[in-house]
């Protein structure tokens, strides 16, 4: 590593100012920590925005890309591969669908399902094109994707948007019955808003969505790019709501940190795609899903998803003790390893940056919010140092009257 260099001062230069940094310029990981440039150590609570599933550089995954990289990278899908099927019939079995397509992110992910949706409501629905989301949602940042988030901030530097998309209330299934005319073809949902707070639906939610759905011959398609891959306690989170989507896309924590992403369709619904309808170069290459395999059949083959319930019930636990001794804190809120501290004022970047001092990573969602993720392999004790050390921030700012 090039030490003695003001890396934030090069990005500054060189790269396009599209977001804002947290001032640390991290070089090594190994489990649920990090290191930066100048060897400080920092436990790692954002886990790439809930992507490193297993831990940073976990052994399992280092040497399936190790192998398949001294073996073959990538030769497109002009060809069958074996990484990729092994990864496919995995993922078949392991879920409620019948066929895998690979791609490259989340967004492309979603993307995919949008363009077969529509496809779909074309040869179905007698043309029919628009999806219903939910305000507050994330779904990417590609045109489409944008354009069905709910989200304004991230829609509105690109209007005039691509039409067919209508965004209702989220958790309100009357609001999608009410927007549902003769040109919806699919209602897209998270089963749990990442991006939007952790929004967790009520229980009967996604069944009554369901329930619709059907009565209307519309396609369900649940976006678990971030709760998918045992993020939420179970391999999916769809499982915990006793239904079954016609499609679904996943990324994130697929491929542990390499970037892969999927959706996955009914064989009813993925026989919409034709050969020539849709096509990705890089999606689906050797090296991004050995990673993936390698990811997948550990989280199965050691039951990762128990170990997130019982980790992820003892954060909640802890985080609901904070919330206890600190009134700035209005809101613990989560599933499994998917938790959100929300405040009563606009103070989460501030905590942000006051967790670093305490060799902690966290990321606020909101002003007032914040997202923890940490490693789905994450220990006991580590959860415990994580909310001390927030715990530590919460009483400075108090003893200051901030």
């Not at 990538?74 to 078949?92: C, D, G, I, K, R």
């Not at 209508?166 to 005319?181: H, L, R």
Request: aromatic residues 8%.
């Amino acid at each position: 590593m090039v030490t003695g260099i003001d890396w934030p001062g090069v990005e500054r230069k060189v790269f396009f100012q599209t977001g804002r940094r947290t001032p640390v310029t991290l070089v090594r990981g190994e489990g649920s920590y990090v290191w930066d440039d100048q060897g400080n150590r920092y436990l790692d609570f954002v886990s790439g925005i809930a992507v490193v599933s297993l831990g940073h550089c976990h052994p399992v995954l280092v040497d399936a890309i190790k192998r398949q990289a001294e073996t073959l990278i990538h030769v497109s899908n002009l060809f069958y591969t074996v990484p990729q099927l092994q990864l496919a019939e995995l993922l078949v079995q392991h879920s409620c669908f019948d066929r895998v397509y690979f791609c490259n992110s989340g967004a492309e992910a979603n993307e995919a399902a949008i363009k077969l949706a529509r496809k779909w409501g074309r040869e179905n629905r007698n043309g029919a094109y628009e999806i219903i989301s939910a305000l507050n949602s994330f779904h990417g940042r590609t045109l489409a994707a944008v354009t069905a988030t709910g989200t304004e901030k991230y829609k509105a530097p690109y209007a005039p948007l691509m039409p067919g998309f209508v965004n209702v209330p989220f958790n309100d299934v009357e609001a999608i019955k009410a927007a549902t005319t003769d040109k919806t073809c699919a209602v897209l949902l998270e089963p749990i808003q990442g991006e939007g707070g952790v929004n967790i639906p009520d229980d009967d939610y996604l069944r009554q969505v369901r329930a619709w759905c059907d009565e209307q011959r519309l396609l369900l398609i649940l976006d678990e790019v971030q709760t998918g891959v045992g993020r939420t306690g179970t391999l999916w989170a769809y499982e915990q709501y006793g239904i079954e989507p016609d499609v679904m896309t996943l990324a994130k924590g697929l491929a542990g940190g390499v970037p892969i992403g999927a959706i996955l369709a009914k064989e009813r619904v993925a026989a919409t795609f034709q050969p020539g309808d849709h096509g990705s170069t890089f999606g689906g290459n050797p090296l991004a899903t050995a990673a993936g395999y390698a990811v997948l059949k550990y989280i199965i083959d050691n039951d990762i998803p128990a170990q997130v319930r019982a980790r992820g019930e003892r954060l909640l636990a802890k985080l609901r003790g904070l919330e206890d001794r600190h009134p700035a804190i209005s809101e613990v809120r989560g599933r499994g390893l998917l938790c959100a501290v929300q405040f009563e004022a606009d103070i989460a970047e501030e905590v942000v940056r006051a967790a670093l001092g305490e060799g902690l990573l966290l990321n606020n969602l909101r002003p007032n919010v914040l997202r923890i993720a940490p490693p789905l392999t994450v220990s006991d004790a580590e959860i415990d140092e994580a909310v001390a050390a927030l715990d530590r921030v919460l009483a400075k700012r108090s003893a200051i009257g901030a």
